[in-house]
Every structure is written in C-alpha cells, then in structure tokens.
C-alpha cells in the first residue's frame, strides 16, 4: 500500500554512504534470513548479532515477532498485509543498514515477490542485500512447534499458516543455503561469519 507522494518533501543529502564507511570503518548490509516458522531464523539471527557484537561490529537484529508488536501491528496474515509487512521491515532494514550496520532481519517472509520487492529496495540506494535460506523440513519444524502452533494449524484454529494452509516459495538463489536439521546453530553462524568476511563487510 504505496503512500501519496508529497509535493512539498524534497530528499536530504548528507553524509556520503562512502564517508559514512569511512569513518566507521564497517560496511552496511542487510542480511535477511528467511524460511518457516521453528525453521531457526530467529535462534540464527540472534547468534549472529552477538557474535558480531562480541568482534566490536555494528549489528541489530529485526525480528518478525516483534516488530509486529510495534511499527507493523495494525497488520495481519492476509497476503496483502504480509507483503506490506515485508515492504516496510524492506525500507526500516535499508535505513539501518545504511548506517553501516549490519542488519538482520528474521522474518518467514513467504513470499518471492516480497524478498524480491525488499532486494530491490535495497539495489535501489546501493546498500547489500543478502538472502540467508534457513532450511528445515516440514516434518522438523513441526515436530519443534516451540509455539504450538503448526499443531493450532493442523486443528484449523489457525486458517492462514505458512507450510499448511498458506505457501512458503523458497528462494531460488539465496546468497546463502543454511539447513538447521544437519547444521548447527554455531556451524550456521561460522559459515554466515565467513561470507561476510571473504566479502569484507566485516
């Protein structure tokens, strides 16, 4: 739900992204992990902020839950509203990120038109996007169900719920493929870590 443009607004320009980087000696980027619920994401993201924190990096986590408790919650689960859902948490990641932080957005963002819509956001002002695909079978997830509630979706409590009543569209060629059935939660942030490394955001 695109907002009226204003006559009266006119964009600000300030510090350069390169100065920025500069003088913070850290790179922005959005690292933006993805996949069902109990895949791992949250669990994931949250290992890695403090992992970067620990190594005096700028890192700050977004997560799905709780975003919803503020900036999103006059949204719901419709696929109307998840897609705006994901447009905004696109746009507050991008401005974050642009403040050479490391950005880590934990959301199950179902949707390869959305994931698409927050890449582009982000193309759009030349800060890094990088899909992480959080990849747990059906089976394991629901077997976690720390929230119960795949088994609240199953007993049609739940009417609109990612991987049974609603679709999850996996990511085609995420930046990086993490499958938390056969990887562990310090296996998962090494390699994540490594990536970042190799490609000098950190």
Known sequence: MAAPISQNIVWHEGVSQEQREELTGQRGVTIWFTGLSASG?????CALELELLQRKKRA????????????NK???FSPKDREENIRRVGEVAKLVASSCTATLTAFISPYLADRALARKIHEESKIPFLEVFVDAPLEEVEKRDPKGLYAKARAGIIKEFTGITAPYEAPERPELHIKTAETSIEQGVAV???????????
């Open 74 to 76: 006059d949204l719901g």
């Open 41 to 45: 994401k949250s669990t994931l993201a």
């Open 60 to 71: 700050f986590r977004l997560d799905g839950d709780n975003v919803r408790f503020g900036l």
């Open 192 to 202: 994540i870590v490594k990536y970042l490394e190799d490609n000098k955001f950190i």
